[in-house]
T-cell receptor
C-alpha cells in the first residue's frame, strides 16, 4: 500500500530535549516536505527536499533541521524544542515538486512543555 | 508573499443544504488543488484544476477554477454528514522554474444530521 509513515504520532516533551520525527515513503517520490498545522494558520511549510541530499527552507524553518540521505526518508529534527513548536506536524511527498498529488502522513502531534 | 484567502473559515449547516467555499488570491496560479482533511488524518487530494474556467465534478462536489486562474470555488450539493471535514485549497505558483504551493487556511465544515 502506498503510504507516508510518520513516527511518533504523539509526543509530549520538555523544552530543550532534542527530538526527531521520522518520515518514510514507499512510493519512490523525489519530493518530500514537512509542514506544521496550527489553528487558523493552515499548513505552513518548514523544509522541503527536491531529491536526495537536496534540501531547502520553507516559510518557517527556524528551530528545525532536516536531512535527506536516502530517497525514502526525510526526518525532522528539533535540536532544542521550545513551547512555540507545539503543533501538528505533517510529512508529505509527491513524484516531483512541479506537479502531482501530495501524499500526506497521518500527522505527529507534538507538545513541548 | 503570496496569499490565498479561503472563506468562510467555519461553516455548520444541516444535512441536505447546499454550500460554497471560496479561495481567492491576487496571484495567478498554474494549477489549484482542493484537499479534504478528517480528524486525526492528513489531507487527501480531491481534485486538481489547471485551465482557467475549468469545472470538475466529483459526485455532489463541483470545483471551478476562475477564468484568470486567481480564484476557485467548491460547491457541495445536498451536503451529507460524511462531507464533514477541513477543506483546504492550495495554489501552485511558479517562479523561475521553481514551484511553490500556497495554502489557504482552510474551511472547517460540519454537516449536522
Amino acid at each position: 500500500e502506498a503510504q507516508v509513515t510518520q513516527n511518533p504520532r504523539y509526543l509530549i516533551t520538555v523544552t530543550g530535549k532534542k527530538l526527531t520525527v521520522t518520515c518514510s515513503q514507499n512510493m519512490n517520490h523525489e519530493y518530500m516536505s514537512w509542514y506544521r498545522q496550527d489553528p487558523g494558520l493552515g499548513l505552513r511549510q518548514i523544509y522541503y527536499s527536491m531529491n536526495v541530499e537536496v534540501t531547502d527552507k520553507g516559510d518557517v524553518p527556524e528551530g528545525y533541521k532536516v536531512s535527506r540521505k536516502e530517497k525514502r526518508n526525510f526526518p525532522l529534527i528539533l535540536e532544542s524544542p521550545s513551547p512555540n513548536q507545539t503543533s501538528l506536524y505533517f510529512c508529505a511527498s509527491s513524484f516531483s515538486q512541479g506537479n502531482g498529488e501530495l501524499f500526506f502522513g497521518e500527522g505527529s502531534r507534538l507538545t513541548v512543555l | 508573499t503570496q496569499l490565498l484567502e479561503q472563506s468562510p473559515q467555519f461553516l455548520s449547516i444541516q444535512e441536505g443544504e447546499n454550500l460554497t467555499v471560496y479561495c481567492n488570491s491576487s496571484s495567478v496560479f498554474s494549477s489549484l488543488q482542493w484537499y479534504r482533511q478528517e480528524p486525526g488524518e492528513g489531507p487527501v487530494l480531491l481534485v486538481t484544476v489547471v485551465t482557467g474556467g475549468e469545472v470538475k465534478k466529483l459526485k455532489r462536489l463541483t470545483f471551478q477554477f476562475g477564468d484568470a486562474r486567481k480564484d476557485s470555488s467548491l460547491h457541495i450539493t445536498a451536503a451529507q454528514p460524511g462531507d464533514t471535514g477541513l477543506y483546504l485549497c492550495a495554489g501552485r505558483w511558479e517562479m523561475d522554474s521553481n514551484y511553490q504551493l500556497i495554502w489557504g487556511a482552510g474551511t472547517k465544515l460540519i454537516i449536522k444530521p
